[in-house]
Each structure stands twice: as structure tokens, then as C-alpha cells.
């Protein structure tokens, strides 16, 4: 047998022992000189435009070090429909603004306190929903990504579904769900003059340094993410926007700070499994062969797609190619 072999063997973890002993440094482990706590105001509408934030009374409070809205950060974004605060909020839990203080309970106290006028907007609830002609537009341009949806003919599909003897027609949906790991989000930044270190949840530290570069309009090299032992994600810890609040507040600050997500928190605004809607259609001989299918399938992607769009032209590509027949439409 091969020495470099492991099929049929027992691989061990070498995390196990850090994590069994208390050893492992999780990013809620990691605590600095003169840290600070951060809280995140979220948005109490599923869409609105926010008017004007009052923070006065927060920033007066003994041990606030820093606030920070949307009009502090008009240029800052992750992704070009990506703010890292953005002036209109889009879902239940969407990021209005966040402070920075001694401990945690002023931060709840003084985010509390900060006065937020909005303007209401009408909204969508479902993927069909959000694609009849007069839905309520999530952003400016429309709601689906890239403006129109992904197509994939083959064949002539009427004539398949002639020459069947049968036809079936059935649809189903998935709904949103969190993946929910033990650990929810986190983040430690800590600024050393022009540079950045920061420590997080995460499983792609390099994809984080260009986002976190690219938002808060620094070099690449001027950011160093560390990657603290991670309770899991399942998906739900590959995105940048609660780290790059918390590296903004700590710049503001002049002080390392941390953001923790609650639990609620993490199922509120969280990143999801995206809802489906899918109506299939099959033509098929009375000897079982298919002549023809059709593929209707709806992904909502929620706030922005990110890797949403991508899934579901893989959906559709990968049923396509999975179906030996001429006939066919995703």
C-alpha cells in the first residue's frame, strides 16, 4: 500500500486538540489595549430611504469614541451596489449606522439613542413577486441581476412537447433558511497608523484584504487579515460588511474595536440560503423517453446577488447538461 494513502484510513483533525483544551483563539478570544465594543443600528423597514440620523446624544455620552453613519461614508463600498452604509435600507436588519464605546452595554445604550427619520418605500416579499412589471424596485436599475433573466434553449421545445404522450407540469420552492453555526460573525480591527490588522470570522482571507482595501481606500498591502480558529459557517462568514464597520470604527476611534453579531442578529441580517421558486415542465412517450423539457426557476437573492448569480446560472447550465435530450429550456 502506498505510505501517501488514505483511503480506508483514519485522518486526524490537528485542530482538535487546541479546540478540546479551551487552546483554540476564537476572534470573540481576542481581546486588546484599550479595546472597544461596537453595536450596529438596523433597520427597522424592509425598505426605506433614510432621511436624517441624529446623533448627538449618543456622541455626548462619557466613553462613546466614535459614530459612524451613512453621510460619514458616502464613497466606501464593498461591491459597486454595496455601500458599506447606505442611505436607502433594503431588508429587515439592514446596517443604518454603528458606535464605538467603552463596553457593551454603553454601545447598546448609545446606538438606542441615536434618532433616525425615514421615509418608508414600497417592497417585495418573493422572487415572482419581485418580477412582475410594476414590483417595487429594489435598486434603481431593476431587480434582476444583469437586467434580464438567464436563458438556455436547445432544440425546438414546442415540437417536443408535440411528439409526447404525456406531459407533466410541476412547481416547487425552497425557502430561506441561516445556516446558523455555533459562532456567529465577529470582527477585531486594530490600526497602526496607515495600517490594518484585523482578525475574523472568516475562510477566505484574501478575498477579505481586497474587499477591505478596496472599501476603506487603502493599499492592499496595508491590510492583514488574520483568520482566528473558526465554529464553523456553512457559507454564512463569506462576506465583508460587518469587518469593514468594524475597521472603520476603529479608524474613527483611534482604538481597536469588536463587533460581535448576536444570535439574533445572525438570523436577522446574517447571510442566507437564497429562496427558490422552480416550475418544471416534461414531455415524455408512453415508453418513459422525454421529448421536451422547461425550467422556470426564480432565485431571491435578497439586498444584492453576491454569489447568488453565479448559483443560479450553475442551476441552469447544470440542468441543461444533465438532461440527454435535443429538446430543452432553462
Known amino acids: 500500500m502506498n505510505s501517501n494513502a488514505v483511503i480506508g484510513t483514519s485522518v486526524a483533525r490537528r485542530d482538535l486538540p487546541q479546540k478540546l483544551t479551551g487552546e483554540a483563539k476564537y476572534t470573540s478570544d481576542i481581546y486588546l489595549p484599550g479595546m472597544l465594543v461596537g453595536k450596529v443600528v438596523r433597520s427597522p423597514h424592509p425598505h426605506a430611504r433614510i432621511l436624517s440620523i441624529d446623533t448627538s446624544a449618543a456622541e455626548s455620552l462619557p466613553g462613546v469614541h466614535a459614530v459612524l453613519t451613512p453621510f460619514d461614508v458616502p464613497q466606501g463600498r464593498l461591491a459597486p451596489d454595496l455601500p458599506i452604509l447606505d442611505t436607502v435600507v433594503r431588508y429587515v436588519g439592514d446596517e443604518v449606522a454603528a458606535v464605538a464605546a467603552d463596553d457593551e452595554d454603553l454601545a447598546e445604550y448609545a446606538a438606542s439613542l441615536m434618532k433616525i427619520s425615514y421615509e418608508p418605500l414600497p417592497f417585495v416579499t418573493t422572487p415572482r413577486e419581485a418580477m412582475e ?34 406531459i407533466f407540469s410541476m412547481s416547487y420552492s425552497t425557502p430561506s433558511h441561516s445556516p446558523a453555526p455555533l459562532e456567529p460573525r465577529a470582527a477585531v480591527a486594530m490600526w497602526e497608523g496607515e495600517k490594518l490588522t484585523i482578525w475574523k470570522t472568516t475562510r477566505g482571507v484574501h478575498a477579505d484584504r481586497m474587499s477591505l482595501a478596496s472599501a476603506l481606500g487603502v493599499e492592499r498591502n496595508a491590510v492583514r487579515v488574520i483568520g482566528a480558529t473558526l465554529g464553523a459557517g456553512y457559507g454564512g462568514k463569506d462576506e465583508s460588511r460587518l469587518s469593514v464597520i468594524t475597521a472603520e470604527l476603529a479608524r474613527r476611534a483611534g482604538k481597536p474595536v469588536k463587533i460581535e453579531a448576536t444570535r439574533e442578529e445572525e438570523f436577522l441580517a446574517g447571510r442566507k440560503r437564497h429562496s427558490t421558486e422552480t416550475t418544471v415542465k416534461v414531455g415524455v412517450k408512453n415508453d418513459g423517453t422525454v421529448t421536451a423539457v422547461t425550467r422556470d426557476y426564480a432565485d431571491g437573492h435578497g439586498r444584492v446577488p453576491g454569489i447568488g448569480a453565479g448559483r443560479g446560472q450553475a442551476s441552469g447550465s447544470g440542468c441543461a447538461l444533465s438532461i440527454s435530450l435535443p429538446e430543452c429550456a432553462i
Not at 417595487?136 to 411528439?163: I, M, W
Request: without cysteine; aromatic residues 2%.
Open 133 to 166: 412589471p410594476d414590483a417595487a424596485r429594489v435598486h434603481p436599475e431593476g431587480n434582476l441581476v444583469g437586467g434580464e433573466p438567464l436563458a438556455l434553449t436547445r432544440g425546438n421545445v414546442d415540437e417536443g412537447f408535440e411528439q409526447a404522450d404525456r
